[in-house]
């Protein structure tokens, strides 16, 4: 059985834009009763073992949220936390039965957004989920406009600027940028890209992310905004 496993009913459906939530924790109980009770109160979950797997979801997948816990075999949780706040802005909340101050600060220095102290209380669980992302979301939401060195794009209108000078884009050019907009700094698949597209083809994505970049960077051919990851898709940096 692998150990990433996705969340699936037949008598209960969920809109295709319900938050997702990946739960990482090595307890098989822990990780059933988070996955049952978070789907019933309205969020995609999907659950790893461990940080291998964990990683090989995100590498697919895109997520709100990751429920972390910290003490794992192999790679531990505040390791696994660390190392994705290096290139992504996803929100993270640990779970944990460590209650020491420095423990905490430690949490805090890797940019963990939340803790949740083990034995938890499901209703404290949800409340604190739904806060973190709802927080996030409104982050997100409230602004219009994101700036590229010399370039602002406004999500709203659509419109992409150097200075007073308006750059002209195609509808799937802003389609991709609001894309981007919504996740700066996190991955985003070339297939979750491609099946944005018409034509659902991954290799239009990469012509049509070379064309992006000859309007959005300053040397297309050394992207510092626009950037390939290898395995993984593309990522948007933002100023």
Known sequence: MSSIQSTKTNSKQLADDAPHILVVDDDQKIRALL???????????????????AEAAMRGLSFDLILLDWMMPGKQG????????????????????????????????AGVDDYISKPFEPRELLLRVRNIIRRDTQNVSSNDEIRLGPFVFHLTRGELKRG???????ERERDLLRLFASRPGSPIPRHELSNDDATGNERAIDVQ???LRRKIETDPSNPIYLQT???KGYILHTD
């Open 35 to 53: 996955a049952r009770y978070l789907f019933e109160n309205g969020f995609r979950v999907t659950t790893a073992a461990e940080s291998k797997a």
């Open 78 to 109: 505040i390791t696994l936390a660390r190392e994705l706040k290096e290139h992504s802005d996803v929100p993270i909340c640990m779970l944990t039965a460590r209650s020491d101050v420095g423990d905490r600060v430690e949490g805090l220095e």
């Open 164 to 170: 007073e000078e308006s750059i002209k884009l195609t």
């Open 209 to 211: 992310i070379n064309r």
């Open 229 to 231: 990851v290898r395995g």
